[in-house]
């Protein structure tokens, strides 16, 4: 199994990023998959859920109306879009499906 996340980067505040994360090992579009973030000095937290079909998909309060989650089943590929990002978004950010996680992407957002 490997979770593979890609996309993160230096952004300005306001920016956007979109965030992949390619699976390969089990059955992709069978689980609900996770995008969980870490900033320096703090616990690790969900981010967003998106079912294995895609069309449920939860944030937590301080994402929701900024990022999105989305999944492409047939490149068993998951996605977040972060729009109006701001320096609180700063952190890595995994991946996170059927038991395993990825090893995270670097966002930093700073003029």
């Known amino acids: 199994v490997q979770l593979v996340e890609s996309g993160g980067g230096l952004v300005q505040p306001g920016g956007s990023l979109r965030l992949s994360c390619v699976a390969s090992g089990f059955s992709f579009s069978s689980h609900y998959m996770r995008w969980y973030r870490q900033a320096p000095g703090k616990e690790r937290e969900l981010v967003a859920t998106?079912?294995?079909?895609?069309?449920?998909?939860n944030y937590a309060h301080s994402m929701e109306g900024r990022f999105t989650i989305s999944r492409d089943n047939a490149k068993n590929t998951m996605y977040l879009r972060m729009n109006s990002l701001n320096a609180e978004d700063r952190a890595v950010y995994y991946c996170?499906?059927?038991?395993?996680w990825g090893q995270g992407t670097q966002v930093t957002v700073s003029s």
């Open positions: 998106v079912s294995g079909d895609g069309a449920t998909t």
């Open positions: 996170n499906g059927a038991h395993y």
